[in-house]
């Protein structure tokens, strides 16, 4: 079950990187990196969602991929840093790990 979540965190690095494709490509190379970085990131979303509750893969998916995004913003593209968003990201990330935690695998999820 670990290699679930951990699959799911590199989905979230990828989905980062799409975002910030989206909003910053600007030849053919750069697009097709953020195309390549979007398939990756949902191969292994839909892959560790086959064994994990797919409500909480999605929500810790989108949290971290939110969270990633905007510190990225902040640090490489030059966004304000304002404290106000980063008490909110804290809240966000509070949040995906208190779902991991309570977040039990039935026998049917698990393949058994």
Known sequence: MRQ????LVIAAVFEVGWVMGLKHSSNGMEWLLTI?????????LIR???KLPVGTAY???VGLGTAGTVLLDIIVFGEPFRWMVVLLIV???TGVLGLKMKTTVTDEE???
């Open 4 to 7: 679930e979540w951990l699959l």
């Open 48 to 50: 560790s969602g086959s």
């Open 91 to 93: 809240v966000l990330l």
């Open 59 to 61: 929500a810790v998916f």
């Open 36 to 44: 390549i970085a979007i398939i990756i990131s949902f191969s292994l």
């Open 110 to 112: 698990k393949g058994v």
